[in-house]
Structures are given as structure tokens and as C-alpha cells.
């Protein structure tokens, strides 16, 4: 079973605009990551964000997290063609296993 | 840094085989994980290892399949009598414990069976 649900499903963009993907969750969380995957590729971690953070940023990326709406987002700015992947959150349930369970993913492409 | 290796990178296998597939992890972590990725969705949960200990392995789909980590360093995942809905990618992470940070994935083993 999936904990989270990213949307939209697929996003296409010009180079040079920003891209945002949401995640929703369903239970209380400890975490939430975000990861990146290249076709073919394993997964590359992106940013994580606690549950008593709001925001947090790591270069061009921007996360939000709200947990009362059980939702986060991330800004992708400024993209170029390499950002084109799939990009999924991942959450740590709080009182869980130490599992990660992933959603089913937004792919981006980035058109140059 | 940190990293995973995983053999074989592509294996196909005939309805009814067994298969192993290998993960190498290369730092030392404390945890390692499996996941299950079908074309198209995200990496499903299969089975955790702290050490040598497997202490989640809820995410196994069916008794068919079975890991070990038999000294807390190399795992191996093992899927007897393959069938054909077995086919995908099975990725392997490592990490020092998904609460205090990432986890390292692997490029993953892409199983097809006919």
C-alpha cells in the first residue's frame, strides 16, 4: 500500500519556469523526503523535512510541509532539461517501522 | 561516499525458476531495505534489515520470497518459482535509519520473467 499521492501525475514545462509537485499523506508522520529518479535509474534523495519544519529550501529546491492538511509541495525553480525524472515523496510514519513508503510519483519534463 | 551495488542489473527468468538477486552496500550502514518497483509506480515496500536482523518484513508478497543479510553487511533477496506478475525492478537502499536521514539507493535489478 502507498501512504502518499503526488500530483499531478505528469507535468510538462518550458525550460526556465518553475515546477510544483504536491504529495498528500494519510497518518501522522515523523518525516517526509522527496526523491528524484532518473529513467532506468535508482532513486537520488532531494531534501528532507521534519515534522515540526515548515519550509526548507536546498538550492533551486523549495519544500513545504503542512501537516495539518497532510500535504507538502516542491518547487523545482528556474528548471532545466536535467531536471526531467519522476520525483516522489516518501514518509516515515510516526509510531511505525522504520520503513519509507513511497507514492506513486510525478514525472516532469522539462522541454529545452 | 555513499553508495549501493546490485547484481545482476537484468535477469530474465523462465516461469518457475528461482532467482537471487545481490546488494553490496558500500558504507557500512546500519540499515538496509528492499523495495519492489513496477513500470510505472512507485518503489513498494518489501522487507527491512537492522544489522543482521530482519526486523520488517511485512511488504513480502508472498512466501516465494525470502532475504538475508547473514552478517549485516551483503543481502540477498531470493524469489523460488518465479512468476510472471514477479517481474520489475528490485531496488536495495542503505541508510543510517529513514528517521535521522536519507536513504542510498542502488541502480536496482530488473527482473522479467516469461
Known amino acids: 500500500s502507498q501512504q502518499g499521492e503526488e500530483d499531478p501525475q505528469a507535468l510538462s514545462i518550458q525550460e526556465g519556469e518553475n515546477a510544483t509537485m504536491n504529495c498528500s499523506y494519510k497518518?501522522?508522520?515523523?518525516?517526509l523526503q522527496w526523491y528524484r529518479q532518473n529513467s532506468g535509474r535508482g532513486l537520488v534523495h532531494l531534501i528532507l523535512?521534519?515534522?515540526?519544519?515548515r519550509e526548507k529550501h536546498s538550492g533551486r529546491l523549495r519544500v513545504t510541509l503542512d501537516t495539518s492538511k497532510k500535504s507538502s509541495s516542491l518547487l523545482i525553480t528556474a528548471s532545466r532539461a536535467a531536471d526531467t525524472a519522476s520525483y516522489f515523496c516518501?514518509?516515515?510514519?510516526?509510531?511505525?517501522?522504520?520503513?519509507?513508503?513511497f507514492g506513486k510519483g510525478t514525472k516532469l519534463t522539462v522541454n529545452p | 561516499g555513499a553508495g549501493v551495488s546490485q547484481s545482476p542489473r537484468y535477469k530474465v527468468a523462465k516461469r518457475g525458476q528461482d532467482v537471487a538477486l545481490r546488494c553490496d552496500p558500500i558504507?557500512?550502514?546500519?540499515?538496509l531495505f528492499w523495495y519492489q518497483q513496477a513500470l510505472g509506480q512507485g518503489p513498494e515496500f518489501l522487507t527491512y534489515f537492522q544489522n543482521e536482523a530482519q526486523l520488517d518484513k511485512s511488504g513480502l508478497p508472498s512466501d516465494r520470497f525470502f532475504a538475508e543479510r547473514p552478517e549485516g553487511s551483503v543481502s540477498t533477496l531470493k524469489i523460488q518459482r518465479t512468476q510472471q506478475e514477479d517481474s520489475a525492478v528490485y531496488l536495495c537502499a542503505e541508510g543510517p535509519g529513514v528517521n535521522t536521514g536519507e536513504l542510498f539507493f542502488g541502480e536496482g535489478s530488473r527482473l522479467t520473467v516469461l
Open positions: 523535512i521534519r515534522s515540526n519544519e
Open positions: 516518501a514518509t516515515v510514519v510516526q509510531g511505525g517501522s522504520e520503513k519509507l513508503v
Open positions: 497518518t501522522s508522520i515523523n518525516n
Open positions: 558504507s557500512g550502514h546500519v540499515s
